[in-house]
């Protein structure tokens, strides 16, 4: 509805209004809880329609005693697998008849400590908490016994008593530096994103495969997550003869990296082969496609809400789900120059 200052939801109040009837008959109605002539019945469908009424679900859950919200702590939302996994959250609640609220969530003690009451503020049914950083980890520890609580990562096992959701990201790294070990390479360089005190599958997946092949591991490049500090990177190695193949810790630091290489004459991948992670869409139009880990994020949110769904409705037995991501190989891998 409209007033000076914008837009108002319209109110039980404007229906009854809108319709002849009392707010109670409106209530009646849309609960379906009494009966009510047919006639009136209908003209309270038509305000509905008319005014585009929608209930208050909070309100609604707190009556019935059936809550219907869930609550998504995150420490970031615009990154890739944060937004994905999100969505896949929101689609299987969606489906399921309930609703996401998401809240950012701070690094620093106070900061992080009002946004995990904010989110408990509201009349949730239960938590997902991404835990793909060290915000995610600590809001987790924040979170009040007897609430029901799912954690999404990545990673191959947990400890402790929350379910979890997880991409084995330590086995997928694993095999993808393995693959480039096998087309010839004599080792395989690493650049990793940040970490936020978070311990990292992919490098440790990376680790373990040069280890298992007895090469001993080159020192770790850190970048950030973006294409930015990938092309950095790309300048820096451009000039070097030992570097021939680089897995990376996203496909957006590969994309900088290649770029830069490309930049300074050196070719993808006969000269260096790069693999990325994530399979982002947009990795398949680049020159030369990308080969890359690719991780099902939504598929990950899914999987988080269906544990999630299982405990609000009693479930003593759930089990934490655990997928191992499969390399998908294309245009920017080879064997190395003779």
């Keep these: 509805m409209k007033t000076q200052k914008g837009y108002r939801a319209p109110v039980l109040a404007d229906v009854a209004r809108e319709a002849g009837v009392s707010v109670p008959t409106v209530s009646r109605v849309l609960n379906g809880s009494k009966y009510v002539a047919p006639e009136l ?3 309270v469908h038509r305000a509905v329609a008319t005014l585009g009424y929608r209930p208050n679900e909070a309100a609604r859950s707190m009556r019935s005693g059936r809550r219907t919200l869930v609550s998504v702590l995150a420490g970031a939302t615009a990154n890739y697998g944060y937004a994905r996994t999100i969505q896949g959250i929101e689609i299987a609640a969606r489906h399921a008849g309930m609703s996401v609220t998401i809240t950012v969530v701070e690094h620093g003690d106070d900061d992080l400590k009002r946004s995990v009451d904010l989110a408990l503020a509201q009349p949730i049914a239960g938590a997902i908490v991404l835990e793909f950083d060290r915000a995610g980890i600590n809001a987790r520890h924040l979170l009040p016994e007897g609430l029901p609580v799912v954690v999404a990562g990545g990673g191959s096992r947990r400890t402790g008593g929350v379910p979890a959701a997880l991409i084995d990201e330590r086995t997928a790294a694993r095999e993808a530096t393995a693959y480039l070990l096998r087309l010839g390479h004599r080792t395989v360089h ?3 994103g940040p970490t936020s005190g ?3 599958g992919r490098t440790d997946g990376w680790r373990a495969a040069l280890t298992a092949a007895g090469t001993d591991a080159p020192p770790v490049m850190n970048a950030d997550w973006d294409a930015t500090s990938g092309y950095r990177w790309g300048e820096r ?3 070097r003869d030992d570097v021939t193949a680089v897995l990376c810790g996203n496909d957006e630091i590969a994309i900088g990296l ?3 290489l490309t930049d300074r004459g050196v070719r993808v991948p006969e000269d260096v082969s790069v693999i990325g992670f ?4 947009l990795v398949t139009m ?6 890359t880990v690719d991780q099902d994020f939504e598929d990950l949110g899914q999987r988080a809400f269906g544990l999630l769904a299982g405990l609000i409705d009693g479930d003593n037995e759930v089990t934490s789900s655990v997928v191992v991501p499969q390399l998908v190989v294309r245009e920017s891998t080879a064997a190395p120059r003779a």
């Design 41 to 43: 019945a209908e003209r």
């Design 190 to 192: 690493h650049i990793a």
């Design 198 to 200: 978070k311990h990292s």
């Design 237 to 239: 190695i451009a000039g």
């Design 258 to 260: 290649m770029r830069a």
């Design 278 to 281: 994530d399979d982002q869409p």
């Design 286 to 291: 680049w020159q030369p496609s990308l080969t």
